[in-house]
């Protein structure tokens, strides 16, 4: 039977088994390397002292190189590098313990809008497994995204949870504590006011303006807003301007159209290949019955689906990041609006058979999430581990090499996360890749690419064909190897 008023055990409980089955669903991960942004932008600069100290570096690395402001999470990756040799499995941990946290809080804001136990539960569950929070998770330097949610999510639990309840001025302390930490973990969330307004239109006030509580709306919308627009005015002062990934633009055209590719679970089919027009369909069918199966009273549920959607991706418009993490914010409205609405249903005595349709859309919609969200994980195995391996067999050679060492290395592509592992090593940056493209004949191989050009007078002969490494003794048998 389900829970209507959960006690506070049995939100514990739902707590603790939402931690259980993330750590089964990322287990696979805590021990895979850590990403090349890591390496290059945390560990190499943090031991080879490139800013000085450690408080220098958190200062300035990201801003000069990334045209980042996130001091909070690079805090708490630089502390676990800098301070633990072995410091994967750590990161990893406190990537999976955010995400569940986010998780709970998911779980305890359905709670507040009367969702029933079971449903409430499964919205926290969805979060865990959403394919791009996968992603986030299993890049270690994916923190900023998680624990950016992590910390809207518990604004907007404060206000919920005080909405209908005498404040203090604790409260508004902790809420403004809670909003300045998301803003200063990632810039995305600068859309926090805006959807905070929704959620109390939509969600609390049903859409009716006049059950708005505008006492405690208007309090919180300025005290989050003043935050926004001061961090936007220190990112103007240190960045000359909004910053982000200036470089990408606007190459995501059609945001909502990605954003229902990952929701629906194509997103899922495109990673395992290019899957056709009729498995698109079939893919995106949960959406479709959950969407047919609206009633009148339930219509302004998807209408908060909706506006919530649209803010959270157009601020790509003028706010450019990378694709994947900018449908967090958009992904988290849907996970809401779908458990309300499930609820809703049930609330209603749906006509016969429509109840058994969208629990078997809901429930389809989950294994979509679940698949992709585990493509997404053994996309990024097997990633690290493509260029683990040459960079452990290339040290190897490596070692014995003194001073510097030219490597003149056949691939079919270069990858250009290989040499920062090296570096990290070998603990030395005298190394120099002169790469050659697989296809490339004796002839132009060695015109433009010849072993004459090395820098540094140890040379090693190497080819990757995507699993394994293989040296050779000459350029002349690196050659032969590569045009039989």
């Not at 299993?138 to 404040?167: C, H, K, N, Q, V």
């Not at 905070?196 to 505008?214: T, W």
């Not at 290949?273 to 009148?296: D, E, M, N, W």
């Not at 270069?414 to 490339?440: G, Q």
Request: charged letters at 15%; one cysteine or more.
């Amino acid at each position: 039977m389900l829970v209507t008023q959960p006690s506070k055990q049995s939100r514990i409980w739902g707590w603790a088994i939402l931690a259980l089955v993330a750590l089964i669903n990322y287990y696979r991960i805590l021990h895979e390397a850590p990403t090349y942004e890591l390496l290059r932008f945390i560990e190499l600069p943090l031991t080879r002292g490139t800013y000085g100290s450690f408080w220098e570096w958190l200062l300035k690395d990201f801003v000069v190189n990334m045209r980042f402001i996130r001091p909070v999470p690079f805090l708490i990756q630089g502390l676990v590098v800098k301070n633990l040799p072995n410091y994967t499995v750590l990161l990893h941990l406190i990537n999976v313990a955010v995400l569940v946290i986010g998780a709970g809080l998911v779980f305890l804001l359905l709670l507040k809008e009367n969702v029933r136990w079971l449903l409430a539960w499964c919205g926290g569950l969805m979060f865990i497994l959403y394919p791009m929070n996968g992603h986030s998770v299993t890049e270690a330097i994916g923190l900023g995204s998680l624990l950016g949610m992590m910390l809207f999510l518990g604004g907007l639990y404060i206000y919920a949870a005080f909405r209908d309840r005498p404040r203090g001025v604790i409260t508004y302390i902790a809420e403004g504590v809670v909003i300045a930490l998301m803003l200063l973990s990632y810039e995305l969330y600068v859309l926090a006011p805006l959807l905070l307004l929704i959620y109390e239109f939509f969600l609390k006030a049903k859409g009716h303006v006049r059950q708005m509580r505008l006492d405690r709306l208007l309090p919180s919308i300025a005290l989050w807003s003043a935050l926004t627009f001061g961090y936007l005015a220190l990112r103007y002062l240190v960045l000359h301007g909004i910053g982000g990934y200036d470089f990408i633009g606007f190459r995501l055209v059609r945001p909502l159209l990605s954003l229902g590719k990952w929701v629906s679970g194509l997103g899922a089919l495109d990673i395992a290949g290019h899957p056709s027009g009729s498995l698109k369909v079939f893919a995106a069918l949960p959406l479709i019955l959950l969407a047919l199966s609206l009633r009148k009273k339930s219509l302004y549920i998807a209408l908060y689906a909706l506006c919530w959607a649209v803010s959270g991706s157009l601020i790509f418009f003028f706010f450019p990041a990378f694709g994947h993490h900018i449908h967090l914010l958009s992904a988290l409205g849907i996970i809401l609006a779908i458990n309300l609405l499930m609820e809703s249903f049930s609330e209603s005595g749906p006509r016969a058979g429509v109840s058994k349709v969208t629990v078997l859309s809901y429930a389809y919609l989950l294994i979509l999430w679940l698949v992709g969200n585990q493509l997404i994980i053994s996309e990024r195995i097997t990633e690290a581990r493509t260029e683990v391996l040459p960079a452990q067999r290339l040290s190897q050679e490596i070692r014995d090499a003194g001073a510097g060492v030219t490597i003149y290395w056949a691939a079919e592509q270069w990858n250009r996360h290989i040499p920062p592992r090296l570096e990290l090593l070998l603990k030395s940056d005298c190394i120099e890749f002169k790469y050659i493209p697989w296809h490339s004949g004796p002839e132009s191989g060695q015109g433009s690419i010849s072993q004459e050009t090395g820098k540094y007078p140890k040379h090693i002969f190497a080819r990757f064909d995507g699993r394994q490494v293989e040296f050779y003794r000459t350029w002349e048998d690196l050659i032969i190897a590569l045009n039989p």
